[in-house]
């Protein structure tokens, strides 16, 4: 995936607000009323969606999945390579179906997964910066608007207009992505473009993508099939060029909805469609219909964009909403990291987990840790791309 592209660094749509509705994460989030057993419930398994927020081996939307036995499925690789887990980095987006979540006394819940598919938003030219210096809160990449957020992982050097990156990220409504993290690469065989369908001429085989910008031109042979209409979502491997209104595909994806049978499920996105029928709430996360009857308060929502966290169960292919928590973009998302730690540096407080550099200088640690033990818990905030600030070291018997 991003190791194959060379890695730069050296180590239909309407959104919904949730104003005195739902509380920022962390700060707890709304339940159904009828709620009969969210995620980790039991049941005949789990699946989520959403950025990897800790490593050993994998935590998504707070489920930390074994992923020692799963098949991994990367669609950036184009060397014949098989995806691994070093693939798997902090705010990559991910899919993951696994066995049912196990509630923990203290951390996240734990799983084990089946199957981990991943895959970027965006790989082009980066431009528009803005600002032009500092950490950046949006930019455009294959004319779609790229949102930055307190949370997204950024590389360890600044960004600037000309570079060509990778984005992770989740679809914003109306097209664009909230990043979720951002590598800058050099060479990629192929760009990459993750968008809403303005058009599609089956004539000059050209569709446009919104908002009205970019137009890419396919052969006969990567026709979209007659479903791909004005509103679909498409991800597109393109031939690297910045005329965006003459890109070449080399292959079309169709971003099809979640519906992995009987799971408990966890999803992380902006929800969009919003409608109420009576007592019917019905939206999509992304492409996913959710319905948010059971969730108090729902049919007063309004139409303005929140970033959700939405816990439920999939029936005959609608995830039934039991509970909504608003992701508070302006604060960091917490990292949380376990591992056996090396190069231990006692003058910078720094020490290496999981091929990260944590700095623990203002970090709560345990007085038994001596930074030589074979499994570490660390949790803080991802600087950077590889750079950690712990605010806990403990140690932990944990560490897959």
């Given at each position: ?27 707890g989030g709304q339940t159904a009323s009828n709620n009969t057993g969210g995620v980790g419930s039991g049941g005949t398994g789990s699946y989520t969606n959403g950025p990897i927020s800790g490593l050993g081996s994998i935590i998504v939307n707070g489920v930390r999945y074994d992923v020692d036995s ?317 750079r950690v600030s712990a605010t806990l070291v403990k140690r932990d018997s944990d560490c897959r």
């Amino acid at each position: 995936m991003l190791r194959d592209l060379k890695l730069a660094w050296a180590a239909p749509l309407l959104g919904i607000a949730l104003a005195g509705v739902l509380h920022g994460c962390g700060g707890g989030g709304q339940t159904a009323s009828n709620n009969t057993g969210g995620v980790g419930s039991g049941g005949t398994g789990s699946y989520t969606n959403g950025p990897i927020s800790g490593l050993g081996s994998i935590i998504v939307n707070g489920v930390r999945y074994d992923v020692d036995s799963a098949t991994l499925l990367g669609d950036d690789k184009d060397t014949g390579a098989l995806p691994s887990a070093d693939d798997l980095l902090v705010g990559v987006t991910v899919e993951v179906e696994g066995s049912a979540v196990t509630a923990t006394a203290s951390g996240p819940g734990t799983a084990t997964a089946a199957k981990v598919r991943y895959a970027s938003e965006l790989i082009g030219v980066l431009g528009g910066l803005s600002p032009a210096s500092g950490r950046p809160t949006s930019f455009t990449v294959l004319g779609q608007r790229v949102t930055v957020n307190a949370s997204t992982v950024l590389p360890d050097t600044a960004l600037s207009d000309g570079q060509v990156v990778v984005v992770h990220g989740l679809p914003t409504p109306g097209g664009g992505v909230t990043a979720t993290r951002v590598d800058a690469v050099t060479a990629p065989p192929f760009y990459k473009l993750s968008g809403e369908v303005q058009s599609v001429n089956r004539t000059t085989r050209i569709i446009t993508f919104r908002p009205g910008t970019v137009q890419v031109r396919y052969a006969l042979s990567l026709a979209p099939s007659a479903d791909v209409v004005t509103g679909s979502l498409l991800r597109v491997r393109v031939q690297p060029s910045n005329d965006l209104l003459n890109l070449q595909a080399v292959q079309l994806l169709v971003r099809e909805a979640a519906a992995p049978g009987d799971r408990e499920v966890r999803l992380e996105g902006r929800l969009s469609g919003y409608s109420v029928t009576g007592t019917t709430v019905r939206a999509y996360l992304g492409t996913t219909p959710v319905d948010l009857s059971a969730i108090p308060g729902a049919t007063t929502l309004s139409n303005q964009t929140g970033l959700l966290e939405v816990k439920g169960r999939f029936q005959n292919g609608v995830l039934v909403a039991t509970e909504l928590e608003e992701e508070d973009e302006a604060r960091t998302r917490e990292a949380e990291l376990y591992g056996a730690p090396s190069n231990h540096n006692q003058g910078s407080r720094t020490f290496t987990l999981r091929g990260l550099t944590i700095d623990y200088s203002a970090a709560t640690v345990d007085a038994n840790v001596t930074f030589n033990e074979p499994c570490l818990k660390v949790k803080g905030e991802a600087v950077s791309a590889s750079r950690v600030s712990a605010t806990l070291v403990k140690r932990d018997s944990d560490c897959r």
